[in-house]
């Protein structure tokens, strides 16, 4: 139950309004940076992570890191729809539908797809960090009882040391 609760807490420490405003100034960061041709999120978080160290909160740091490598994915699928030249090598099926589709002048249902795609893909990794902390926690409680069967309910004070008294 205690795994749950720090799970609660991490969530209510992220949604903070300090938190939720650096995350939405990463993801415009990487997006202005992401836009620009040949530059993925990995060049875009390398050059802005001497900002993150300016921030001095590991958490706020973090999330500005994650806001800035979801916008630099979103930013590079500009340059490949727009210009057909991919950012990253996700952006390369982009560039060959996208590409077609401006040149057409549907450039901007292309653009709605991506901003789908992100909404999808935000919703997905919750739902994978959530299923993952379950497996963790039942794996955790499984190998337990599997590998130490005579430590259930014992606690480390529980431990005598008086084969080392001299």
């Known amino acids: 139950m205690g795994e749950l609760l720090s799970l609660m807490n991490g969530f209510a420490l992220a949604i903070t309004p300090t938190n939720l405003l650096f995350g939405l100034i990463g993801a415009v960061l990487g997006t202005a940076i992401g836009v620009l041709p040949g530059l993925g999120p990995a060049a875009t978080?390398?050059?802005?992570?001497?900002?993150?160290?300016a921030l001095g909160s590991p958490l706020i740091s973090i999330i500005m890191m994650a806001g800035i490598y979801y916008g630099a994915m979103y930013g590079g699928s500009t340059t490949?729809?727009?210009?057909?030249?991919?950012?990253?090598a996700a952006s390369v099926v982009t560039c060959i539908d996208g590409y077609k589709m401006a040149k057409t002048g549907r450039a901007g249902a292309w653009h709605c797809r991506d901003q789908?795609?992100?909404?999808?893909d935000c919703w997905h990794h919750?739902?994978?960090?959530?299923?993952?902390?379950?497996?963790?926690?039942?794996?955790?409680?499984?190998?337990?009882?599997?590998?130490?069967?005579?430590?259930i309910?014992?606690?480390?004070?529980?431990?005598?040391?008086?084969?080392?008294?001299?």
């Open 80 to 88: 490949s729809i727009l210009l057909n030249m991919p950012g990253e």
């Open 45 to 53: 978080i390398s050059l802005l992570l001497p900002l993150s160290y």
């Open 126 to 151: 919750w739902i994978i960090i959530h299923r993952a902390a379950c497996c963790a926690l039942c794996f955790a409680v499984w190998a337990g009882r599997i590998l130490f069967p005579h430590n």
């Open 153 to 166: 309910g014992s606690y480390p004070s529980d431990i005598s040391f008086r084969e080392f008294d001299h």
């Open 116 to 120: 789908f795609v992100y909404c999808r």
